[in-house]
Nanobody
Framework: QVQVVESGGGLVQPGGSLRLSCAAS????????MGWYRQAPGKQREVVAT???????NIAESVKGRFTIGRASARTTVYLQMNSLKSEDTAVYYC????????WGNGTLVTVSS
């Protein structure tokens, strides 16, 4: 089993920045990719950014140029740096770890509002 825990959500004004962090624990040797997804009210969950063990990243078009995904020194700790936030970025952000199965955190709420 893999446990995934997110942190760093909160309220931010439009144009502001926020950094989310995610740490995976447990059978981490099985993890080959991690990523961030989000779900806004009334909408389906969508991928925001992913990163593989080799460092290959993929960023959704809707956030490209504003969001960055990266890893801390620990391979199973990833972050999502979010800049120039917009109201439409408001959502619950979920961290995902892929390792034989999909493992999800409980999510962290990001609210972009003045």
């Amino acid at each position: 089993q893999v446990q995934v825990v997110e942190s760093g959500g909160g309220l931010v004004q439009p144009g502001g920045s926020l950094r989310l962090s995610c740490a995976a624990s447990g059978r981490i040797f099985s993890i080959f990719a991690m990523g961030w997804y989000r779900q806004a009210p009334g909408k389906q969950r969508e991928v925001v950014a992913t990163i593989t063990n080799s460092g290959l990243t993929n960023i959704a078009e809707s956030v490209k140029g504003r969001f960055t995904i990266g890893r801390a020194s620990a391979r199973t700790t990833v972050y999502l740096q979010m800049n120039s936030l917009k109201s439409e970025d408001t959502a619950v952000y979920y961290c995902n770890a892929k390792g034989g199965a999909d493992y999800w955190g409980n999510g962290t709420l990001v609210t972009v509002s003045s």
